[in-house]
């Protein structure tokens, strides 16, 4: 079929050309030998100046890592990673505050523009003095530029509204009451293989509290960017959501184009308490490697929410079209009575990328509710694998479950998989699921075609359509960019 | 494929070995899969692993006629009895065209749990050549243990030539806790045509763990249908290639779990051609501590354009403390392929019960209306109208 055909070469001429959010900024880093072991482990505590507690939990985690083994059931293969050969601590050099952009390192400045931040919230990111007051911003930004927090935005707003939004370093410090209490409260440091890892060397992340009856006057948002060269990065975020409050968080993702693997094992702790909301999204666009499968980032995370209130509600939307290999499966453990888990997902490989993503839906309560809708793209030589798990437990009274999984194939060198387990031990719990592959049809191609569409604007428009359940998801500010990412990825053949 | 590698010592193992006599290498090394295996985290075999299973030993006439008394035995075609894992008789004469002989090897299997555990143990089961051309009609292969502590092997042999065809009904019954072990290696040569009906309504007690490596040619039918009846645990397990375009495979299924039972349907549909065709259908009734598991996998290699790939699973619960896990699995490598899968779980429609109660039907049997409704598409798929039947009164049993 020719526009298959078209699809398929436009695609290769896409891989081919090169990264285009791939560039690397030269500034001054701060960075711990190569290598793990325990004195790294309190070489980043130290650093981190964290209290006693930290250290000792951080050290708790690294002796279970020690134990454990790397998880070898997902569907993807790389080479064995050497955890001794990478930088696991790697932080710019500190200056004083800038007084104006001009004086900001150009550097930073550049690397800001590729990525289209505006020029005021520029100025904001970098720390220019005097720079909240001057204009409000609908967003509030941590970017988290390698290891460290470099600044965090609009905090004065946020702080008048009770709601705590900071590096979780800082959160470590001053909020070390709250942090005790819930840090590995959802993902305990012996989960998994690469949660515990994370738990051992986390250097930095994001902390959000939301105090009871507040709704987030802003989305919060982070733009993580993994820099310095050989660092691995591992990312921690607590969200802890009081009674009736609620919070979006978006979470995006560009990195620079290199040639050596980068491991990326971060950890995302969310907390839904007593009919409160917590809507996370992603845009995930790291660096994929290029058209032979060389470098890229290995994406192990370890994503979970728990909806320990009665009626809470925690969305988890991603669109993942970047990284080497990706291993993510963010999930809800549905432990308040009446609370919702939603699972969105649009998963799109290419060339040699490697997708082995899904969600786990635990129910535990009565009148648990849960959505999944996953949409797969494959193409080149890519594989994606959706691996999904629905538990209904003995309490689970009258839970529901929907699950709808689509993988769409572009080329015949590619691998489309759906490992879905559905488990259930009450006899009122109900749980749908369904699953289809195919590629384009022809008779969808046709009947566009019959109505004067182009083979492209078909092409586009069913593909469009297929992932449109899952776009119409994401916030305002994060649909234009994965439409974007969806046409780098794929759709270039329409235009 | 699916990873049994974990290994581990127990005196059911041993004394395995200890029976193989230098053929229990590779179960050896394979060791008893724990719940930490992949492919029996449902299943656990752990009470399997704990007894010493010996050689069920002959059995007398009368045992064996009095085993069959009961059976729901169709009157026509051709019959082959085997008890405790010997041939005890051929009751009918088989007609000339089935003849005997050894089959063809099909593809590898020894992976697999079941498969092994045969292999160390093989004790001769049916073998069976259908003549190119010719219609063999029914065979009926009735499998009986009887005994404790006793586990049988059989490994059967059956091989269509082109054209040919054979209705397979596939019976097995006992009494007392044993453990059957059966393997088929089935080839469905070109154009032929195999329809295969089993019937497992072995003891309460026992354990069942069945094998098929059923590999099918152009234009051929394999033509499976399960129902799984019995067995304190009780697996079926299918391995199916479509070697050759045009091939088809149909893997349907029933299992009526209570009591403590568990109830397993396992099956790997592997399209390694294009333009072949599967289709699956399994519905699962649960009631009072019963288990049931579904694993379901379509595998379809990147040769295998034009693939046509249908499963359809669904579990209905009747009580508290039933339970249904289910793993329908999708490995698609071709991208002009029509797969799809669904699954479903739950209870009775109060609405349906409730429009039948206010038509004066009283609760037990609307309840068991609803329950047969939900079995009879699957059913259906039984092409063979005297075996659907037999079913049918077996399920009602």
């Known amino acids: 079929m020719p526009a298959v055909t078209e699809t398929r070469e436009t695609v290769e001429k896409l891989a081919k050309s090169s990264y285009e959010w791939g560039f690397e900024t030269d500034i001054e880093m701060d960075i711990a030998p190569k290598g793990l072991n325990e004195e790294t482990v309190r070489?980043?505590?130290?650093?981190?100046?964290?209290?006693?507690?930290?250290l000792e939990w951080r050290l708790k985690a690294f002796r279970m890592w020690l134990e454990m083994k790397e998880p070898e059931w997902a569907k993807v293969s790389h080479p064995p990673i050497d955890y001794q050969d990478a930088h696991y601590f790697a932080q710019p050099k500190k200056k004083p505050g800038p007084k104006s952009l001009d004086e900001v390192d150009p550097e930073l400045l550049k690397t800001y523009a590729k990525?289209?931040?505006?020029?005021?919230?520029?100025?904001?990111?970098?720390?220019?003095?005097?720079?909240?007051?001057?204009?409000?911003?609908?967003?509030?930004?941590?970017?988290?530029?390698?290891?460290?927090?470099?600044?965090?935005?609009?905090?004065?707003?946020?702080?008048?509204?009770?709601?705590?939004?900071?590096?979780?370093?800082?959160?470590?410090?001053e909020h070390s009451d709250l942090v005790r209490q819930y840090l590995g409260s959802v993902v305990p440091a012996g989960d998994n293989f690469f949660a515990a890892l994370n738990s051992a060397v986390f250097t930095d992340g994001s902390f959000v509290y939301v105090p009871k009856g507040v709704r987030c006057p802003m989305e919060l948002s982070t733009y993580f960017r993994i820099n310095a060269r050989n660092t691995g990065q591992f990312e921690r975020t607590l969200i802890i959501v009081e009674e009736r409050a609620s919070v979006s968080y978006l979470e995006g993702c560009t990195a620079p184009q290199r040639d050596e693997n980068q491991l990326h094992a971060a950890v995302v702790e969310l907390i839904a308490m007593d009919d409160a909301s917590i809507k996370y999204s992603t845009v995930q666009n790291w660096y994929p490697g290029d058209d032979e499968g060389r470098g890229g980032i290995y994406n192990f995370v370890t994503k979970r929410g728990a909806c320990r209130g009665a009626r809470s509600k925690i969305s988890w939307t991603q669109v993942e079209t970047g990284s080497s290999i990706t291993w993510k499966y963010p999930s809800c453990v549905l432990a308040g009575e009446g609370s919702v888990g939603e699972f969105y997902s649009v998963a799109v490989t290419n060339n040699h990328q490697q997708a082995d993503t899904g969600t786990k839906m635990i129910h535990l309560a009565p009148n648990t509710r849960s959505t999944i809708i996953a949409k797969t793209i494959s193409a080149g030589k890519s594989d994606s694998t959706y691996r999904g798990l629905v538990r209904m437990q003995p309490k689970a009274r009258n839970a529901r479950n929907f699950t709808q999984c689509d993988s769409l194939l572009i080329g015949d060198q590619c691998g489309a998989h759906t490992v879905p387990y559905i488990e259930s031990r009450n006899m009122t719990a109900r749980i749908e699921h369904e699953a289809t592959t195919s590629k384009i049809s022809e008779d969808q191609l046709f009947y566009c075609r019959s109505r004067g569409l182009s083979e492209e604007d078909a092409v586009g428009l069913i593909v469009n359509g297929f992932c449109r359940e899952v776009l119409k998801e994401l916030p305002m500010e994060f649909a234009v960019e994965a439409q974007k990412l969806l046409q780098i990825s794929l759709e270039g053949s329409v235009g | 494929m699916s990873v049994e590698t974990t290994v581990q010592t127990s005196p059911g193992l041993e004394a395995f070995v200890g029976r193989a006599a230098g053929h229990g290498t590779a179960l050896a090394a394979m060791g008893i899969p724990t719940r930490r295996a992949e492919a029996w985290r449902y299943t656990p075999l752990r009470a399997f692993a704990d007894t010493v299973w010996a050689e069920a030993p002959a059995l007398s006439d009368a045992q064996v006629q009095a085993l069959l008394a009961d059976l729901p035995l169709p009157e026509a075609g051709s019959r082959v009895v085997f008890a405790n894992g010997r041939k005890f008789d051929v009751l009918d004469s088989l007609s000339e065209s089935i003849l005997v002989s050894a089959a063809e090897p099909v593809d590898p299997i020894e992976d697999r749990f079941s498969a092994v555990?045969?292999?160390?143990?093989?004790?001769?089961?049916?073998?069976?050549?259908?003549?190119?051309?010719?219609d063999a009609g029914m065979l009926t292969l009735a499998s009986l243990t009887s005994g404790d502590a006793v586990s049988t092997h059989l490994r059967h042999r059956i091989v269509l030539e082109e054209g040919a065809s054979l209705t397979l009904y596939d019976l097995n019954a006992g009494e007392g806790r044993y453990v059957a072990n059966p393997r088929f290696d089935i080839v469905v040569g070109k154009g032929a045509r195999l329809t295969h009906v089993?019937?497992?309504?072995?003891?309460?007690?026992?354990?069942?763990?069945?094998?098929?490596?059923?590999?099918?040619?152009?234009?051929?039918?394999?033509?499976?249908?399960?129902?799984?009846?019995?067995?304190?645990?009780?697996?079926?397990?299918?391995?199916?290639?479509?070697?050759?375009?045009?091939?088809?495979?149909?893997?349907?299924?029933?299992?009526?779990?209570?009591?403590?039972?568990?109830?397993?349907?396992?099956?790997?549909i592997h399209h390694a051609a294009p333009d072949c065709g599967s289709r699956q259908t399994v519905k699962t009734v649960l009631s009072e501590n019963g288990q049931g598991v579904f694993q379901g996998k379509i595998l379809v290699d990147r040769i295998a354009q034009k693939t046509d790939g249908y499963q359809m699973n669904q579990a209905l619960l009747l009580s508290e403390k039933a339970q249904i896990n289910s793993k329908p699995e999708l490995e698609i490598y071709a991208d002009d392929v029509k797969c799809s899968h669904g699954a479903t779980v739950g209870a009775l429609d109060d609405e349906q019960l409730f429009y039948l109660r206010s038509r004066g039907i009283p609760e037990a049997e609307a309840r068991d209306i609803l329950v047969r409704a939900f079995l009879l598409d699957a059913l259906d798929l039984v092409t063979d109208e005297i075996l659907r039947d037999l079913l049918q009164r077996s399920i009602r049993a």
């Not at chain 1, 020029?119 to 911003?137: D, I, N, S, T």
């Open chain 1, 43 to 54: 070489l980043i505590s130290a650093r981190k100046e964290e209290p006693e507690w930290m």
């Open chain 2, 198 to 268: 089993k019937l497992q309504q072995d003891s309460q007690t026992a354990g069942h763990l069945a094998i098929i490596a059923a590999s099918v040619d152009a234009g051929g039918n394999y033509d499976s249908f399960t129902l799984n009846h019995g067995g304190e645990l009780a697996r079926h397990e299918v391995v199916s290639t479509l070697n050759a375009p045009h091939a088809q495979v149909h893997v349907n299924g029933i299992q009526i779990v209570d009591g403590n039972r568990l109830n397993d349907l396992t099956s790997m």
């Open chain 2, 117 to 134: 555990l045969n292999a160390a143990l093989a004790q001769d089961g049916l073998s069976v050549r259908v003549a190119a051309g010719t």
């Open chain 1, 115 to 173: 990525l289209g931040i505006p020029l005021h919230e520029q100025a904001l990111l970098a720390g220019v003095e005097g720079a909240e007051e001057q204009k409000r911003m609908p967003v509030a930004v941590d970017a988290v530029f390698d290891s460290v927090s470099v600044a965090t935005t609009f905090r004065k707003t946020l702080e008048e509204a009770g709601v705590i939004f900071c590096p979780i370093s800082e959160a470590i410090r």
